[in-house]
């Protein structure tokens, strides 16, 4: 009997929801093989995380519990991960693909001797390894890609898979790391925290994305309206992070975060490939866009060719019956 | 300042369609021009490494021609297979002993999209690093990096030396004008042939291609504004049943 670790994130006070999708896929696998399944909580509250991560089935809990996780710093995950990892003997250690974990994944690799296969659709264990379905070229075309090795480390999308309760009878082991700050070579100057608790972005089952057509501030307010009344969050193109209007952590593409939402509605996004790239897999597309020549149009489930200064206010007076 | 960048020939992905046009990746491109700022303003050097076959050449001297000082080709065979783990070896390689105070790169290749190298550069050299910057700024013994993080940005000090990864957020690289491509040419660019068998130290494979999940046929709406809206409604709640 092997082990399959997964790797749990903590982030504005909750369990993210893309490590519960990772940790289902885990159970799925861990059930298929006749693994054991295992999860690592790494943060200074850890303990206070583990009933819900008890609810996705895992065998065994480790928690992590030093100060030092308090921000993200990657010299001492890297530490901690590596020494969970010569305890347990993973095959395969997961992890849902946050902006914290590319920072360690690969130096992490090294440091255990573990294949690498980041930012996946899909993944699988195979005899030697484990095989991965992953997004190349600006997400033109997926590569099945395979990875040879006792212990593989494999990052997924978020919304890749569903995160499915499976409630068991989790033992739960505080794991011993002690990391001496004074041999940090870094220093965190500061985390300019742009997120604030608002709808985390990745995780959002809607989302309303703002693109270069969103030049204004009355055509911001229209949006941020939209997205107010559907509990939605907001993204941006790069081209709106660059201008300024909306923070760097909204932006989605192949440089941003990756949104699967059930509902996606871009506001004068024209769909570029790297802004599709972040977004491809939301189940229902809805593009406004005067140009109709726009690129997302090939990939909207409903387009409206139109101004979306005379298009937006009507919607947000239809939608306010529905909703 | 002693820049080291590694840079890479990637297919122009902006396309839609591969057209076979090969350009330096994006994020490296982002990275050279940060280090030229840096070096513009407090003096230094920067050197370039390439991996990559003979017609990647052409990139070392777009790169040089926007101001790098002097290039190393790993110059690679057709036959052969790469990964991040064998680049990241065989520029560990190339690097033990050096004396760069910053050694950067993209935060992924336009083609991969991996985002595994850097970082596994620094574990093997046993550099401090930082990965998705977005700004770098240099003050007395270290490297200050606003880098893009979950919640927000994540500013770091780090000492010399040490390896950073660059987003292309941070900046709009410069064109190269005639002069510098013109000077270019004169560049020294050293020029190393690299055994095949170096694929031995790759720990991945890509198998294969496929086509990305293709979505059902969508459909435009009609009419005045007000009438989009309304039939968009009905289509989202009693069609799509996502509200």
């Known amino acids: 009997m092997g082990t399959i670790l997964t790797y749990i994130a903590i982030q504005d006070g909750k369990v993210k929801r893309s490590s519960l999708e990772v940790l289902s896929r885990c159970h799925a696998l861990a059930k298929a093989c006749g693994h054991r399944l295992e999860a690592v909580v790494i943060h200074p509250e850890a303990a206070s995380y583990v009933e819900e991560v008890r609810n996705y089935g895992p065998d065994h809990i480790y928690t992590i519990s030093s100060p030092i996780f308090r921000r993200h710093l990657n010299t001492p995950l890297i530490g901690a991960l590596a020494s969970v990892i010569k305890y347990a003997e993973p095959q395969l250690l997961a992890f849902a693909s946050t902006e914290s974990v590319k920072d360690v994944l690969g130096a992490l690799g090294v440091r255990v001797g573990a294949a690498v296969l980041p930012d996946v659709a899909s993944f699988d264990l195979v005899d030697g390894g484990a095989d991965a379905l992953r997004p190349v070229m600006a997400a033109k075309m997926m590569a099945r890609t395979q990875a040879s090795g006792t212990c593989v480390l494999v990052s997924v999308r978020s919304g890749s898979y569903e995160a499915i309760p499976a409630p068991g009878e989790a033992t739960v082991e505080e794991f011993p790391y002690d990391f001496d700050a004074g041999t940090l070579r870094q220093t965190l100057r500061d985390v300019v925290s742009a997120t604030g608790g608002a709808v985390d972005l990745s995780e959002a089952r809607i989302v309303v994305a703002a693109g270069r057509g969103v030049k204004d501030d009355k055509a911001k307010g229209l949006v941020e309206e939209l997205a107010s009344l559907l509990g939605a969050a907001i993204g941006a193109s790069r081209a709106v992070v660059e201008t300024g209007q909306f923070p760097a952590t909204s932006q989605i593409g192949q440089t941003g975060k990756v949104v699967s939402p059930d509902l996606y509605i871009g506001v004068g996004i024209s769909g570029a490939i790297q802004h599709v790239a972040g977004m491809s897999n939301s189940r229902i597309i809805v593009a406004i866009n005067k140009d109709p020549d726009a690129p997302i149009f090939n990939l909207a489930t409903y387009g409206l060719v139109g101004d979306l200064y005379k298009i937006l206010p009507p919607l947000i007076a239809e939608l306010k019956q529905t909703v | ?243």
């Open chain 2, 1 to 243: 300042m002693k820049f080291c960048v590694c840079i890479k020939q990637v297919p122009d992905v902006t396309a839609p369609m591969h057209t076979g046009r090969m350009v330096l990746n994006a994020y490296d491109a982002s990275a050279v021009e940060e280090a030229l700022v840096l070096t513009e303003a407090h003096g230094g050097e920067i050197d370039l490494i390439l991996v990559g076959p003979e017609s990647a050449s052409e990139t070392i001297r777009k790169a040089l021609a926007m101001g790098a000082t002097r290039a190393l080709h790993l110059r690679t065979s057709a036959d052969t297979h790469f990964d991040s783990a064998a680049v990241s070896e065989l520029l560990a390689k190339h690097l033990t002993g050096h004396e760069y105070d910053v050694i950067a790169t993209g935060k992924q290749a336009q083609d991969t999209d991996a985002g595994l190298t850097g970082a596994m550069l620094a574990e093997r050299l046993g550099l401090p690093y930082a990965t998705n910057a977005v700004g770098l700024a240099r003050e007395p013994g270290s490297l200050v990096v606003t880098r893009q993080g979950d919640v927000g940005e994540e500013v770091i000090a780090l000492p010399f030396p040490c390896l950073v990864t660059c987003s292309n957020d941070m900046n709009d690289p410069r064109i190269p004008k005639l002069k510098g491509i013109m000077q270019a040419k004169r560049k020294p660019v050293d020029t190393i042939d690299i055994d095949p068998a170096i694929s031995g130290t790759a720990t991945t494979r890509v198998l294969g291609f496929e086509p990305m999940p293709g979505r059902d046929p969508g459909m435009l709406l009609d009419g005045e504004p007000e009438e989009m809206a309304h039939a968009l409604r009905q289509k989202l709640v009693e069609e799509a049943r996502v509200l």
